[in-house]
C-alpha cells in the first residue's frame, strides 16, 4: 500500500523564509541531512520517509545509505511549498462566505409596545 502524501507540512508556512536563508551560497553545494533537518524543524527520519514517499525535498544518493541535498533544488522545492500553502490559505479564505445581512426588522419587545 502506497503512503498518500500529506496536503501540508509544518514548515509550508515558513518555507519562503526558509528558502531565503538555505539559498546563500553556492547551489550546487550538497547538504548534509541533519542541516537540513535543522533548517525545516523536522526529524531526519523525517527526511528519509519523505523521500522513500517521494513528497520531501529532493535529494541525490550518494549510496544506499548517503543522501544529500542539493542547496538550489532545497531552495526550489521550499519556495513551491510555500506557494501551495498560500494557495491553499486563499482557497480557504475564498470559500468562506460573508454572514448573511438581516434583512427583517427587529420590533420592539412586547413590554416596551404596551407603554
Not at 546563500?24 to 524543524?41: C, Q
Not at 522513500?52 to 511549498?81: D, F
Not at 475564498?94 to 448573511?100: E, I, L, M, V
Amino acid at each position: 500500500m502506497a503512503v498518500k502524501p500529506p496536503l501540508r507540512h509544518n514548515f509550508d508556512k515558513y518555507a519562503h523564509d526558509i528558502a531565503r536563508h538555505v539559498e546563500d551560497g553556492d547551489p550546487l553545494e550538497l547538504l548534509d541531512p541533519h542541516y537540513v533537518a535543522a533548517k525545516l524543524h523536522v526529524t531526519t527520519q523525517w527526511l528519509n520517509l519523505a523521500y522513500n514517499g517521494k513528497y520531501g525535498p529532493p535529494a541525490v544518493e550518494l549510496s544506499p545509505r548517503v543522501r544529500r541535498y542539493p542547496r538550489g533544488e532545497l531552495a526550489k522545492y521550499l519556495r513551491m511549498r510555500g506557494n501551495v500553502y498560500a494557495q491553499q490559505i486563499a482557497a480557504a479564505k475564498a470559500a468562506k462566505q460573508p454572514a448573511p445581512k438581516q434583512t427583517t426588522k427587529r420590533t420592539k419587545p412586547a413590554l416596551q409596545a404596551a407603554e
